[in-house]
C-alpha cells in the first residue's frame, strides 16, 4: 500500500532533550517535507526536500533539523525542544513538484 | 508570498444537503489541492486541480485560474464529511511550497 510513514503518532518529552520523528515514503517520490499545525495558524512548512541531499527552509525552521540521505526517508530533528515546539507534526511527499501531497498520519509532540 | 483564503470559516449542515467551499488566492499558481482533515486529524488529498473541473463522488472541484479561486462543492453531505477543509495554492514561476489556508470547518448534524 502506498503511504507516508510517521513514527511515533505520539511524543510527550522534556525540555532540551534530542529527539527525532521519522518519515518514511515507499512511493519513490522525490520531494517531502515537514508541516507543523497549530490552533489557528494551520498548517505552516518546517523544511522541504526536492531530493537527496537537497534540503531547504519552509516559513517556520527555527529550532529544527532535517536530513535526506536517501530518497525515502525525511527525519525531522529537534535537537533541543521547548515548549513552544508543541504541536501536531505532518511529513509530506509528492511524485514531482506540481502533484498531490500524500500526508502521514501525523506526530503529536509535546514538550514539558 | 501568496495569500489564501478560504470562506466560509465554519459551516454546518444537515444530513442531505450541499454546499460549496471558496478558496480565494492572490497570485497565478501552478498547483491548487484541496484536503480533508478528519475528527482524527488525518489529512486526505481530495484533489489536485490547478484549472479545471474534477469530480470524484459525490465531491468536485472547479479551479478558474484567471480569476484566482478554486470551488470545492459537497453534494448529498454525510456525516463522514465532517472536519476541516484545505486548499493550498503554489505561486507560478517560483518556489513549488504549497501555502495553505486556514481552513472552512464543516460539522454535519444526522
Known amino acids: 500500500e502506498a503511504q507516508v510513514t510517521q513514527n511515533p503518532r505520539y511524543l510527550i518529552t522534556v525540555t532540551g532533550k534530542k529527539l527525532t520523528v521519522t518519515c518514511s515514503q515507499n512511493m519513490n517520490h522525490e520531494y517531502m517535507s515537514w508541516y507543523r499545525q497549530d490552533p489557528g495558524l494551520g498548517l505552516r512548512q518546517i523544511y522541504y526536500s526536492m531530493n537527496v541531499e537537497v534540503t531547504d527552509k519552509g516559513d517556520v525552521p527555527e529550532g529544527y533539523k532535517v536530513s535526506r540521505k536517501e530518497k525515502r526517508n525525511f527525519p525531522l530533528i529537534l535537537e533541543s525542544p521547548s515548549p513552544n515546539q508543541t504541536s501536531l507534526y505532518f511529513c509530506?511527499?509528492?511524485?514531482?513538484?506540481?502533484?498531490?501531497?500524500?500526508f502521514g498520519s501525523g506526530t503529536r509532540l509535546t514538550v514539558v | 508570498g501568496i495569500q489564501v483564503e478560504q470562506s466560509p470559516p465554519d459551516l454546518i449542515l444537515q444530513e442531505g444537503a450541499n454546499s460549496t467551499l471558496r478558496c480565494n488566492f492572490s497570485d497565478s499558481v501552478n498547483n491548487l489541492q484541496w484536503f480533508h482533515q478528519n475528527p482524527w486529524g488525518q489529512l486526505i488529498n481530495l484533489f489536485y486541480?490547478?484549472?479545471g473541473t474534477k469530480q470524484n463522488g459525490r465531491l468536485s472541484a472547479t479551479t478558474v485560474a484567471t480569476e484566482r479561486y478554486s470551488l470545492l462543492y459537497i453534494s448529498s453531505s454525510q456525516t463522514t464529511d465532517s472536519g476541516v477543509y484545505f486548499c493550498?495554492?503554489?505561486?507560478?514561476?517560483?518556489?513549488?511550497?504549497?501555502?495553505f489556508g486556514r481552513g472552512t470547518s464543516l460539522i454535519v448534524h444526522p
Open positions: 509530506a511527499s509528492s511524485l514531482i513538484q506540481g502533484s498531490g501531497y500524500t
Open positions: 486541480i490547478p484549472s
Open positions: 493550498a495554492a503554489s505561486p507560478s514561476g517560483g518556489s513549488y511550497i504549497p501555502t
